[in-house]
């Protein structure tokens, strides 16, 4: 009795709906489809399993790539300290020490993002996102123009850049003119028509700084 018991606990997880134990492949094909890199989005949730939140809206699916990006940032990170005994020269060496400072402050920008402590607004995220993407790609030119072997760049980048660069996408911040240029903008119109625009000086100044503001966007 005992035995049968054994047996029907081992295989009946078997014939249990993958959503239990992850996210099913038409969901996961479905959201990361919406990415500009669905490839990696798909193998890392294939391969997470122990995730529990359901995927109901786009909010969900944001927070679940932001979570992918910030692990493998963790385990880049982790790439890049074991590559420490293979620097060669004190340049490489300021490289590599360099490359860890800015994965650690990349790894605090996307802790920020998730912490349900933090307050984050979409721009913050934007910003904060955007700021962890630059500071991997300074760490790999970094490395890149000391002639780093190519099979290392791997262990650094480790598809990080593009699940950070598919938050970014999900997150859709509107580009919004500075409020410095927006103060300098209206000066200008105020002092002179604007010459190059195709309105004229009885045009009135609030569709002349639209116009203006738009060939900055």
């Not at 890149?144 to 650094?156: A, F, Q, S, T």
């Not at 625009?197 to 045009?203: A, I």
Request: glycine share 2%; with cysteine; charged share 20%.
């Amino acid at each position: 009795m005992a035995l049968r018991a054994l047996v029907t606990l081992l295989f009946v997880p078997l014939f249990l709906s993958p959503t239990i134990l992850g996210y099913s492949q038409a969901d996961i094909k479905k959201w990361c489809s919406q990415t500009p890199n669905p490839e990696p989005c798909e193998y890392f949730l294939s391969h997470k399993p122990n995730y529990h939140n359901s995927i109901k809206q786009k909010s969900d699916f944001f927070t679940i790539s932001k979570q992918l990006a910030l692990e493998r940032a963790l385990k880049a990170q982790s790439n890049i300290f074991s590559l420490g005994p293979k620097c060669k020269n004190a340049r490489e060496k300021a490289a590599w020490a360099d490359c860890l400072d800015l994965y650690e402050y990349t790894h605090l920008r996307l802790n920020k993002t998730i912490d349900p402590n933090v307050k984050c607004s979409q721009t913050d995220a934007q910003t904060w996102l955007s700021t962890a993407l630059t500071n991997l790609e300074t760490c790999r030119a970094g490395f890149i123009e000391l002639g780093v072997p190519d099979n290392l760049l791997p262990l650094m980048s480790n598809n990080v850049s593009k699940l950070i660069s598919n938050a970014l996408a999900l997150n859709k911040v509107p580009y919004t003119v500075p409020k410095i240029v927006n103060q300098k903008l209206e000066e200008l119109v105020k002092k002179e028509p604007v010459t190059s625009s195709p309105f004229t000086t009885s045009t009135s100044i609030d569709s002349r700084l639209q116009y203006e503001r738009r060939k900055i966007c």
